[in-house]
């Protein structure tokens, strides 16, 4: 309870609502450059995003990720860009974890 999914474009979160937070959880179809925000908004609350969770786009053919500038992402999972097609990303300040083969 208090966790819902929604999709924002091509990409789908999970929101916590008792925390106000939002991770990444997969995609439908993201291609080419893909600009990732600091928050969604959803039932007009703000949910900030900070994870982005194992297999979010694996096999994508995503050409390069850019954050928002005040983007609070602290992890990316395992797997999350596994098989993927990235030729260029510039991680933000607030990420700590890189999970295991994030990006194999």
Same mark, same amino acid.
């Given at each position: /309870?208090?966790? =819902?999914? $929604?999709?924002? /474009? &091509?990409?789908? =979160?999970l929101i916590d609502i008792n925390e106000n937070i939002s991770s990444i959880v +997969? $995609? $439908? @179809? #993201?291609? +080419?450059?893909? *600009?990732?925000?600091? &928050?969604? !908004?959803?039932?007009?609350?703000? =949910? /900030?995003?900070? $994870?982005?969770? +194992? @297999? #979010?786009? /694996?096999?994508?053919? !995503? %050409? &390069?990720?850019?954050?928002?500038?005040?983007?609070?992402?602290?992890?990316?999972k395992e797997h999350a860009f596994d098989s993927s097609f990235i030729e260029n *990303? %510039?991680?933000?300040?607030?990420?700590? %974890?890189?999970?295991?083969? #994030?990006?194999?």
């Amino acid at each position: /309870k208090g966790r =819902y999914t $929604n999709r924002v /474009k &091509s990409i789908v =979160y999970l929101i916590d609502i008792n925390e106000n937070i939002s991770s990444i959880v +997969g $995609n $439908n @179809d #993201a291609d +080419g450059d893909i *600009i990732i925000p600091s &928050s969604i !908004i959803w039932d007009s609350k703000e =949910y /900030k995003i900070i $994870n982005i969770l +194992g @297999d #979010a786009f /694996k096999q994508s053919y !995503i %050409k &390069s990720i850019q954050f928002s500038p005040d983007s609070e992402l602290q992890i990316i999972k395992e797997h999350a860009f596994d098989s993927s097609f990235i030729e260029n *990303i %510039k991680f933000p300040p607030h990420l700590t %974890k890189i999970g295991c083969y #994030a990006f194999y």
